[in-house]
Nanobody, 119 residues
């Protein structure tokens, strides 16, 4: 069982930045998992924000493309980061991190961290 824990959420003014962290207990097999950030706002469907593969290749969803950067800890400890800039009130949501097996046979989710952007 992989444990996934997010941190770094909070309240920020529009135009501000936040850096979210996610640690998955995949070490020392972190290379077997892609890591992804999703978000879910009240009354809306969960949507992909960013995914970073074990290779380091990153992919971004349309909702925040150009304003977010996903990265992996260089020690391959199973920690990933989501740097969010130029935040908007519509970015308010619970941000969830997932560790997804590269074989597609399992996914592990964290509890999420709340991000609130005030206007």
């Amino acid at each position: 069982q992989v444990q996934v824990v997010e941190s770094g959420g909070g309240l920020v003014q529009a135009g501000g930045s936040l850096r979210l962290s996610c640690t998955a207990s995949t070490f020392p097999r972190a290379v077997l998992y892609n890591m992804a950030w999703y978000r879910q706002a009240p009354g809306k469907e969960r949507e992909l924000v960013a995914r970073i593969h074990s290779s380091g290749n990153a992919y971004y969803g349309d909702s925040m493309k150009g304003r977010v950067t996903v990265s992996r800890d260089k020690t391959k400890s199973g920690t990933v980061y989501l740097q969010m800039n130029s935040l908007k009130p519509e970015d308010t949501a619970v941000y969830l991190c997932a560790a997804q097996s590269i074989y597609g046979d399992s996914s592990y989710w964290g509890q999420g961290t709340q991000v609130t952007v005030s206007s």
